[in-house]
């Protein structure tokens, strides 16, 4: 493998300026290593080969001139296959969308053409987006590149294997209930999920509206800072889209220390079910932080005990709600039959995998005349005073951090019973919950050398300071494996 695949975005962007490398040079070596590796990984479902040379072209033709659209123009990129490309197919991970191609660019896509970055191609995911392993995509399981037995986590485990194998320096996700934060953890690399609202949903193929939000994942802070800048912003087009302060300047404030700063540890996350190699690494970076000159206090949240729960009957309920449009008859799969009950009944029933119609099912349960109090208004009772609490938290603390997942990357096959696997995200849907800021950066390895990943959590739309606190462990950690 060539080497400069292992740089960062802000590297290659470097590079580019000096005319050190061109962008078709660039986007051709990447093309190259994705076609020699995937057929082991897997991490795309689409290559846009033919389209990438062209834009590349494009790009060293802008340089030549002298106006380039941004000083990311020329880099390649990934994309899940849940946000909206225009005359690229999005599939969803599904065979309900395996052959849908959208008639517009998500904002977020629309944002990186703007500032000429190359798509290479849509990410391989859990089928829309339910999952932790990328196991139900409809197509075929990812693989982790750092273990091919083990899965990359989920639903974006594509974006995060194509960082982790260096086919992509950077690739963009969504996160529901940790659906970044997670496969970043078990590839080992940067996954950041910014406040709720504070990138546009606009293109993004809903699973959960009130708890999506795009994210991303890199190999560096510098790099996740530099993506927020590139797509952060107000959208008309996205209702639920606020206007956050002026954040152009924010790649290169987050150099700044912890010194002075007071970080949380959630108790809740340190119970039984932390596997104690995940547990040690974590407290590990903690006493890195408060060397570094953090404030370290133990934070006790009760409600965190019962977040998963809270979060599995809201997110389902709005699932069976936003897949209820997939039914045969506007896009997207069609199975013919004698009359249109039978039409929308079997094309559902082919359509969707089992862990689709599974919380389709048990949203559709929960939203029932006889159960919506009992369940869902009494879940988004508890949501309200989730964020009451965290208020009053963050009063007397600036970030918060827990471990990312509780066990490092399992091998195929190995939570067969879907509760099993929903444990994976405990650690990360409750920032899903509360709309607030969080990132997973890699830690340490297990005694199988697989990467452990830890999670911060910020104050809503003060990425700032939980960039600058990711930023500081990162070097801390790099200083100590260079040592």
Known sequence: MDKILTNTATELSKKLESGEITSVQLV??????????????????TITKEQALRDAQASDQRRKEGKPLSKWDGIPIALKDNLSTKGVKTTCGSLMLENYIPPYDATVVERLKNNGLIILGKTNMDEFAMGSSTESSAFYPTRNPKNISKVPGGSSGGSAA????YEVPWALGTDTGGSVRGPASFCGVIGLKPTYGSVSRYGVVSYASSLDQVGWFTRSVGDAAALFQLISGYDPKDSTSVKVE???????????????????????CFGEELNPQVCRSVRASVEKLKEAGANIVEISLPFADIAIETYYIISTAEASSNLARFDGVRYGLRVPAEDVVSMFTKTRSQGFGEEVKRRIILGTHVLSAGNYDKYYRKAQKIRTAMKKEFTKVFEQVDLLITPTTPTTAFGFGEKQDPLHMYITDIYTVIVNLIGAPAISLPCGLDKESMPIGLQII?????????LQAAHTLENLLDQEVEM
């Open 28 to 45: 051709a070596k990447y093309l190259e290593h994705i076609e020699e590796i995937e057929p082991t990984i897997k991490a795309f479902i």
């Open 162 to 165: 194509c960082v982790a194998a």
């Open 246 to 268: 002026d954040i152009s300047s924010l790649e290169s404030s987050v150099t700044g220390g912890v010194e002075g700063l007071t970080i949380g540890v959630i108790k809740e």
């Open 458 to 466: 910020g104050k809503h739309f003060d990425e700032k300071t939980l």
